[in-house]
């Protein structure tokens, strides 16, 4: 058997085009869910749905080394990372990102900054009366990651840049070259940092996230390089910092679903936690965080009688599969009662990924995702009254990461 495939040269111009919607838009033309194309003057095949996540998260059938390009690996991962491992070195690393990561007292000894951090946030943000969202949001989170994984403060880097490599990561043209020197920049001042502390002392202090991090020792029982720790300091607190773009649609939730905003208010004490986090997961379904994620094949396989050649580059559509209609009902309408929940290993909710933490799946960073979100939603549902000014509230899908043309603004913000 063999894969459909499309007719033309290359399909980059069709991609850039399209951005999220390229994959699914071609699928459902073919009927399909699996077909093959040119990006880049590369031969590509584009694969959706849980079968497909099932074969891109079983630990061993795919790498991530030489699945992106490199605009998007350097903004977003970067050489010497977790992500660019296999096998045992890959698993002993990330243990220890599961550690700091999804473990009760990592995530309640984060939390516990972020709770103070916004309540200060909010102070200033009364006495302001409005607020771009996505900035003041990002800000407290790079301010939050730092303190909890314990930098000194004349190491915290800028989280305009932080957030750049995100914008960016997908991006072409002047924007991208800033966004690569600016993280270039910020590396070498880290890079230095790092040495000095490694060498003379101080830093994050013992027992902290950051301390672990920077004195992790591989498989091999030898410490990491420090371009490596550099990379995976930032691979904590670039993430964080995305975590605004969950809660900002979490929040628009609110007023473009006014039954979302009705679920919440009227939730009791007992149940708001649940109810929280169940508007979240939605929230995470629903935004177009990044379209899609590559693999490349490490052996010849065979996946639904197709055989895949050992070499070949595969992208698995995230965005489409959180919209198949044949795996939820409605799937553009904004619905928390879906009982969605990350822990299941669902290959069919996919938001950062699928498959466990500790094995085939890439990003441990979920459990903390979703605390921040909910304890985020918590205070604009129960603290907060606000209006969401008219304002253009759509959101192309060419930009990767999408994001609305203009910042989102609230108004009129005070305490209950």
Request: include cysteine; charge should be positive; aromatic fraction near 6%.
């Amino acid at each position: 058997m063999t894969f459909p495939k499309l007719s033309g040269r290359d399909h980059t111009s069709a991609f850039l085009r399209e951005g999220y919607a390229f994959i699914g838009n071609r699928c459902d033309r073919l009927d399909t869910d699996a077909f093959r194309a040119r990006l880049m003057l590369r031969p590509v095949l584009c694969l959706r749905g849980p079968e497909a996540a099932a074969l891109f998260y079983d630990g061993h059938s795919l790498t991530r080394r030489g699945a992106m390009p490199a605009t998007v690996l350097r903004l977003l991962q970067d050489k010497g990372s977790v992500q660019g491992l296999d096998d045992a070195a890959h698993l002993h690393r990330k243990a220890m990102f599961v550690r700091l990561l999804m473990s009760r007292d990592g995530i309640d000894s984060f939390l516990a900054i972020f709770r103070e951090q916004l309540r200060q946030a909010v102070e200033i943000w009364v006495r302001l009366g409005e607020i771009r969202l996505h900035d003041e949001l990002s800000e407290l989170l790079a301010r939050s990651a730092c303190r909890w994984l314990g930098l000194p403060g004349e190491s915290w880097p800028d989280w305009q840049v932080l957030a750049m490599m995100i914008d960016q990561a997908g991006g072409t043209g002047p924007g991208v070259a800033v966004a690569l020197l600016r993280r270039a920049r910020l590396e070498a001042r880290l890079r230095s940092l790092v040495r000095d502390w490694r060498r003379k002392g101080g830093g994050p202090p013992e027992g902290s996230p950051g301390r672990e991090l920077l004195e992790h020792r591989g498989a091999d029982g030898q410490r990491i390089p420090t371009a490596s720790a550099v990379v995976e300091l930032l691979n904590v607190l670039r993430p964080v910092t995305a975590i605004a773009r969950y809660i900002q649609f979490a929040v628009l939730a609110l007023e473009t679903a006014p039954e979302a905003r009705d679920r919440l208010a009227g939730a009791s004490d007992d149940v708001l936690d649940a109810a929280l986090q169940a508007h979240c997961e939605e929230a995470r379904r629903l935004c177009p965080f990044f379209p899609a994620i590559g693999g490349i094949a490490r052996t010849g396989l065979i996946w639904q009688g197709h055989q895949i050649a050992a070499g070949s580059w595969l992208l698995l559509d995230i965005y489409g599969t959180l919209r198949d209609p044949r795996l939820f009902e409605r799937p553009l309408q904004f619905d928390a009662g879906r009982g969605l929940d990350w822990r299941r290993g669902d290959h069919g909710f996919i938001p950062q990924g699928g498959g466990r933490a500790e094995t085939g799946h890439r990003c441990p960073g979920e459990a903390m995702t979703l605390a921040a979100m909910t304890e985020a939603l918590r205070c604009f549902v129960r603290e907060l009254d606000w209006q969401l000014p008219v304002q253009d509230l759509s959101l192309p899908l060419r930009p990767m990461p999408a994001r609305p043309p203009v910042p989102i603004l609230l108004s009129g913000i005070r305490r209950r």
